[in-house]
């Protein structure tokens, strides 16, 4: 009389797998019962790569998310870095706007900096980090460049030393954004005529709340 191997098999396939699949595979059950609870949100629907983060304080997550720990897009990733490659002022930088244009890109991993208005404009709310370094050439003004968020300065840095040919005003800090707000630099005070090429803005999402 032959036995049956399938339980066998299903057995060995199990023991095949890492303690890391397994998680995943539990994680991905609970979602789908969660999902089905909720009534006044959305259906989680993944797709692709997720990243799965443990949270140190499990305690502020929603209520039957088990493990404590939360679920991320991998595309959730935000970062811009630009750059000023000529002393050419822009024709569209007028007295009323003052915002410094950028006309390169190095890096705009999901695509929230337009380069055409050189404003960032944020996918979510969170903690976003930012620092800027304009440079001033051949010119003899003192320059005052801010950080704009939705038209308020945040941070501010000047230049104002008339015996060198090339100065720059630099600074970084952290700021809270809401999904749509605007971040882009501003000369407040003096003017850029000689051009401020080798200028750099960048940015990039810290952490969403």
């Not at 991998?74 to 003052?98: I, K, L, Y």
């Not at 950080?147 to 700021?175: C, H, Y």
């Not at 401020?196 to 803005?201: I, L, N, V």
Request: hydrophobic share 40%; net charge neutral.
């Amino acid at each position: 009389m032959k036995t049956k191997s399938a339980p066998t098999t299903n057995m060995a396939q199990w023991e095949r797998c890492s303690a890391p699949q397994i998680l995943a595979l539990v994680l991905g059950l609970l979602l789908v019962v969660e999902a089905q609870g909720q009534n006044d949100t959305e259906p989680i629907v993944l797709e692709g790569k997720c990243l799965v983060v443990c949270d140190s304080t499990p305690s502020s997550e929603p209520a039957g998310n088990a493990l404590g720990m939360s679920v991320r897009s991998g595309t959730g990733r935000v970062a811009f870095s630009v750059t000023r490659q000529t002393n050419h002022e822009p024709t569209d930088m007028s007295n009323r706007t003052m915002i410094i244009y950028f006309d390169q890109i190095l890096v705009n991993v999901g695509g929230h900096f337009d380069q055409e208005s050189s404003v960032f404009l944020a996918p979510r709310r969170g903690v976003y980090s930012f620092s800027f370094h304009v440079v001033k050439a051949y010119n003899r003004q003192t320059i005052q460049v801010s950080l704009m968020l939705n038209g308020w300065p945040m941070i501010s840095a000047f230049a104002g030393d008339q015996d060198v040919t090339r100065e720059a005003a630099t600074n970084a800090g952290l700021v809270i954004m809401e999904r749509g707000d605007k971040a882009y630099l501003k000369l407040e005070r003096g003017n850029l005529m000689g051009g401020w090429k080798y200028s750099t803005f960048s940015g990039f999402l810290v952490f969403p709340l």
